[in-house]
């Protein structure tokens, strides 16, 4: 584990180069956000558009993003690891671009909604340049700065949200272009990924980044242990001796001393390197099912009936206004999980949050069947849950997916649990849909707290803490031998 604690001036560096990442993940917002803002103006007779859009179109238009995202997941993998994390990120930020300079220059339903579907190639590399903040964050920081993109989505919604209160249907348009612009240009400032440099052989140019990102002088020696730190986690004779040492207390200077004499890396594609790697597998499996419980929580079925069930609570106010609230309620959790997941684990937030979305979804069933409180309280937990959720469960199963691999497979495994999140979002949104219909909402949520408290069992017995640790370090946690071995070594010295 790293003991020593990031220094002011690199986390403000790390900090500002994070926020121009995360503003990537704020045009993800204004695309999910700005069907909700325009749809009352594309069904009515004086719309912008050539022709009132029918309710197909309108479930097209908040759907087809998804579909983009989908086609192109498995792309970006590939994407990420040939051009690089920072290219990568700015050529996945160019179908925001095109999707909104299309639409500000036609008003055709087809092209519109192209528009939308392309915008979900932007949302795909979004999920994924996740990778780049993580391989640039100093390992006691890092859980916070991964997060923070998922406060670059909410802050996105939420703007949107504000400005379809306040400016015309063009002037969003044009606003959410001029941005998507600048999204590229700051991201063109920034320097590669070291770890990506590292990776392909220009160490020269990784020493450089790590020099920025550190703020320290080219030519130090902590520049030089940090390229020797990223050319241990590429060993290929790492797993063995995590699998084979027994003791974690001298497991650094082991492997430190083993490695030594490096050995010529033989060039694999990350699905070779993935098949031969346990630890791997392990953390892929790991990562899948915490990201399927995640979504089987509720939140996602949640938001689809937010609208009605705010209108049937609280009537008399607009559904603007809602909305805003509830992306503010998401903002502001999300916020609050950057500042706690680096001071009290992934593991800690996970089960506290996946436990106490448990007993907001059980009252949540239970009023939405019996109504046994005012409807007020409705809101009340809905904004409850939002909130617990988003704090923990919405955003950790991403942070882990951005730091438990290897460099070799980051980008592919980052792509395989993508793809799974895209297609498990629909399969349960087609299954849940058709559920309520038969038993009603307030069972279904019964079934989403179950789902909540299998999650913090699951995460209590299953998921290894990973705060402050490097990625080698991270990967004994998941060779089973290893962590029983620490058990039993821990229980003898007590």
């Known amino acids: 584990m790293e003991k020593d604690k990031v220094r002011t001036s690199e986390f403000l560096i790390q900090s500002l180069a994070t926020a ?21 103006n594309f069904l009515s007779n004086a719309t912008m558009l050539s022709s009132p859009m029918t309710s197909l179109d309108v479930s097209l238009l908040g759907s087809l993003p998804n579909i983009g995202g989908l086609i192109i997941s498995p792309f970006c993998g590939y994407a990420f690891n040939t051009f690089g994390r920072k290219y990568a990120t700015m050529m996945f930020t160019l179908p925001y671009v095109f ?20 915008a979900g190639v932007g949302i795909a590399g979004q999920n994924v340049a996740i990778i780049y903040i993580s391989e640039i964050s100093h390992d006691s920081i890092r859980g916070g700065l991964t997060a923070s993109s998922a406060s670059g989505y909410f802050l996105g919604i939420l703007i949107t949200y504000t400005l379809g209160g306040y400016l015309t249907y063009m002037q969003v348009i044009y606003t959410h272009l001029t941005l998507s612009i600048l999204c590229i240009l700051l991201i063109a400032l920034l320097p590669e990924s070291p770890v990506f440099l590292v990776l392909v052989g220009r160490e020269e140019e990784a020493a450089k980044a790590i020099a920025f990102y550190r703020h320290l002088d080219v030519k130090s020696k902590e520049v030089e242990a940090e390229i020797a730190k990223i050319r241990l986690q ?31 890396r033989k060039s694999e594609s990350a699905w070779k390197h993935f098949k031969k790697s346990k630890s791997s597998k392990r953390a892929l499996a790991t990562v899948l099912i915490i990201m399927a419980l995640s979504i089987m929580m509720g939140c996602v079925v949640l938001q689809v009936y937010a609208e009605p069930l705010f ?15 509830l992306a503010l309620d998401f903002l502001v959790a999300s ?14 937030l996970l089960i506290l949050t996946a436990a106490g979305s448990g007993i907001c979804t059980a009252l949540l069933g239970a009023q939405l069947q019996y109504h046994w409180a005012p409807a007020w309280f409705t809101v009340f937990l809905i904004y409850g849950f939002s909130f617990v959720f988003t704090l923990g469960c919405a955003v950790i199963p991403f942070v882990l997916t951005a730091e438990v691999f290897l460099p070799e497979v980051r980008s592919f495994c980052n792509s395989v649990v993508m793809a799974f999140t895209w297609v498990f979002n629909f399969i349960t949104l087609v299954i849940f849909n058709p559920l309520v219909e038969a038993v009603g909402l307030g069972p279904v949520f019964y079934f989403f707290s179950i789902i909540c ?5 699951y995460s209590q017995f299953c998921v290894p803490e990973t705060k402050g ?3 080698d370090a991270i990967q004994a946690l998941f060779l089973r031998e290893r962590r029983q071995s620490i058990k039993s070594n821990k229980s003898i010295k007590k």
């Open 20 to 40: 121009i990442i995360c503003f990537q993940a704020c045009q993800t917002g204004f695309v999910s956000a700005w069907p909700s803002i325009t749809v009352v």
């Open 99 to 118: 999707a909104w300079l299309i639409i500000s220059l036609t008003s055709s339903i087809p092209l519109v909604l192209s528009a939308m579907c392309m």
């Open 234 to 264: 590429m060993d290929p004779r790492l797993e063995t001796l995590l699998e084979a040492d027994n003791d974690p207390e001298v497991l650094g200077e082991l492997v430190e001393k083993t490695l030594e004499v490096p050995v010529e």
């Open 311 to 325: 209108k049937e609570a609280v009537p008399t106010m607009p559904a603007n206004q809602c909305a805003i609230f």
């Open 335 to 348: 916020i609050l999980c950057v500042l706690a997941i680096d001071r009290f684990g992934r593991k800690f």
């Open 453 to 457: 408290f299998i999650g913090a069992v």
């Open 469 to 471: 640790l490097s990625a």
